[in-house]
């Protein structure tokens, strides 16, 4: 796996197994932040932000782990830098964009436990990846991860305006939205490998 | 409220009232990514279920010392002890299992189910009421994962727990072993709640009606 080509680790992050229609990865954003468009575009950017940051952090981590002989706190050391990753992440929007900080509110935080993240570092460790390649992971999962909540926010824009019977309402709907694009996206599987 | 209720309730409470994934939907993540077999759903749902109870344990015994501005961060390092305790755990006992949930079990840390406990019961309740909340939560949690596996290794393997339940003939429903039979056999669950549920308040308020009119 290791000796994949930058191209194919991206389309295959991105598309063919996306982290949220084909890994499951991050679902709770995914369907909390999806009903509008552009607050669904600013969380992707963020989201993206997080992961490659926290990304080039794992692997340091990992490489120092490795050097002290101490793979048991991968998992401690992970999450504690993600938490101040996304510690830091919430106080640069702050700073630098008051309205996106209040559009955004609770999710923020949360992204501390999108497990979008620690999959990313979880998985790009287990694969091996150099450092360009975790680089390039961490880009193509983070288009991968707004593509999905993009177009799942444009459906539900729509989906405001139709008539649903009473009992499907609300999550239900948007798992079976979700489902449905879980479909299409199996359509890019074979692109990259 | 809480104080006034027995800690059987709160037991009682995580298994259906306020089922972790039916009803609260939360930990979405593991319950649709390890849900393709019965097995390793209910195995996932056990490994949660410990890490829920014990992390309950800790961080109630410990809420007097954790101060207010880094607990979350305390947390989230008592959860992720476990979770490692957990996953060295299955691998030395069931390496295939190990190889089937593969990330997931790293995962659990990340579960919005368990850190959500840890804050919203664990921090403000006795070491027993935790216990008894973390029991019927996971407990719950492991049920409804359960649900979930059954009903994708039934209709997409025709098997249950790998014994084969049909006759050679049966035509398997691929898709639900795929991601999306996950998020459709999950919607369908939902929907089957809410129905219930809607069935129930509509007894309830013909209920209230006759008895105002018997009142008339």
Known sequence: ?193 | MASSKSSTDEFIKGLWKENPVFVQVLGMCPVLAVSNTAMNALAMGLATAFVLVMSNIVVSSLRTFIPKQVRIATYILIIATFVTVVDYVIQAVSLELYKALGAFISLIVVNCLILGRAEAFASKNTVARSTMDGLGMGIGFAFALFCLGAVREILGNGSLFGVALFHDSFQKWVVMILPSGGFFTLAAWLLLFNWLKQRKAKKEATATLALRKEVA
């Open chain 1, 1 to 193: 796996m290791a000796d994949d080509s930058l191209w194919t680790i991206f389309i295959n992050a991105s598309l063919v197994n996306n982290f949220v229609l084909a890994y499951f990865l991050g679902i709770c954003p995914f369907l909390g932040v999806s009903s509008k468009l552009e607050t669904a575009s600013r969380m992707g950017g963020a989201v993206t932000f997080v992961m490659l940051v926290s990304s080039i952090c794992a692997f340091g981590i990992q490489a120092l782990l490795v050097a002290i002989d101490a793979p048991y706190l991968k998992l401690i050391a992970f999450i504690a830098v993600i938490a101040s990753t996304v510690q830091l992440v919430e106080m640069f929007i702050k700073k630098v964009s008051p309205a996106l900080f209040r559009s955004l509110g609770i999710f923020l935080p949360l992204i501390t436990t999108n497990c979008a993240i620690l999959g990313l570092a979880l998985f790009q460790t287990n694969k091996g990846y150099s450092f360009v390649q975790c680089i390039v992971y961490a880009l193509g999962a983070g288009a991968g991860f707004t593509l999905a909540l993009v177009l799942m926010a444009g459906l539900r824009e729509k989906l405001e305006l139709a008539e649903v019977p009473d009992v499907t309402k609300g999550t239900a709907m948007a798992l079976m939205i979700a489902g449905l694009l879980s479909v299409t996206f199996m359509g890019f599987g074979g692109l990259g490998g």
